[in-house]
């Protein structure tokens, strides 16, 4: 997650190593941030996991068993969890995305409910599962991956595009510190959406033509972001995350820069 990016981001010392560290869980396990605890930390194990403070933690990854981007499987003593299709609630094909939802085997193990609010309670609990709101899937073994929260998917030319999957791979955009991707409508009929960046460069006044360039030779054309907004920081809540909210409702604005061009 944040702390492991930030570690990571840190200058390489002669003391990366020095340390009794040997087990470590990252959520989201992001595939190149396992790879480099291995490699320059020399961190045996980096598991992934899953929770919400109103489901505890329902998916743990396992020692011994490498699985980069994956979340876990569920700890089924405790836990029951499936993938639904978040509109209808009936399972998805495997490896098809939809809504992870969870319910416990034991006493306790979750929330009783949002205090003073009956009505969000049940739209969370539906079915006898809670509806944790974000996307995933689930493979033969079990393991689920986190796509992204629900809201925060992008739809575009046909595909269900993960913010985050997005957002993590602009951050390797050179002079991209921080990058944070969403929806804004498009012009089109249709009801789909164009993609947007809000970031922060070291280098603002390249940083299109970087994002764009790097979009045309690492990324299917349908995640090419339409739109950037280069900012001096990004605002976020009491809990680290960006405001994403805010962001979409401001939309396209006289500042932003159309990628368009760069694409021809």
């Known amino acids: 997650g944040a702390v492991s990016a930030f570690v990571l981001s840190q200058p390489s ?20 941030h396992e790879r480099q605890w291995h490699e320059r930390f020399g961190v045996a194990d980096v598991l992934g996991g899953y929770g919400m403070t ?15 981007g994956a979340c ?60 944790t709101g974000d996307a995933g899937r689930m493979d033969e073994e079990g393991y689920v991956t986190f796509i992204d929260r629900i809201k925060d998917c992008i739809r575009r030319r046909g595909e269900n595009i993960s913010a985050l999957q997005l957002e993590t791979e602009i951050a390797r955009c ?19 959406d164009e993609i947007m960046l809000a970031v922060v460069s070291e280098l603002p006044e390249a940083a299109a033509a970087s994002i764009a360039n790097y979009a045309i030779a690492h990324l ?17 809540t009491g809990t680290g995350k960006v405001k994403k909210a805010d962001l979409r409702a401001r939309g396209v604005t006289p500042d932003t820069i159309d990628l368009s061009g760069h694409y021809r």
């Not at 010392?13 to 190149?32: E, G, K, Q, Y």
């Not at 939802?101 to 006898?128: C, S």
Request: no cysteine; net charge negative.
């Open 13 to 32: 010392t002669a003391a990366d190593r020095d340390h009794r560290l040997r087990v470590m869980l990252a959520a989201p396990n992001v595939p190149d």
């Open 54 to 68: 109103e489901v505890n933690i329902p998916l743990y990854g396992e020692r011994g068993k490498s699985k980069p």
């Open 72 to 131: 876990g499987r569920a700890y089924a003593d405790h836990f029951e969890v499936e993938i639904r299709d978040p509109e209808t609630d009936e399972p998805v094909a495997q490896g098809e995305v939809g809504e992870i939802i969870v319910r416990p085997k034991t006493a306790n193990a979750f929330m009783a409910g949002y205090y003073n609010l009956p009505d969000k309670t049940a739209e969370a609990w539906r079915n006898l599962w809670f509806h």
């Open 174 to 192: 050179p002079s991209i510190r921080e990058v944070a991707a969403y929806a804004v409508p498009s012009e089109l009929a249709g009801g789909e």
């Open 220 to 236: 299917p054309r349908f995640m090419w972001p339409r739109f950037v907004v280069v900012r001096d920081a990004l605002e976020k």
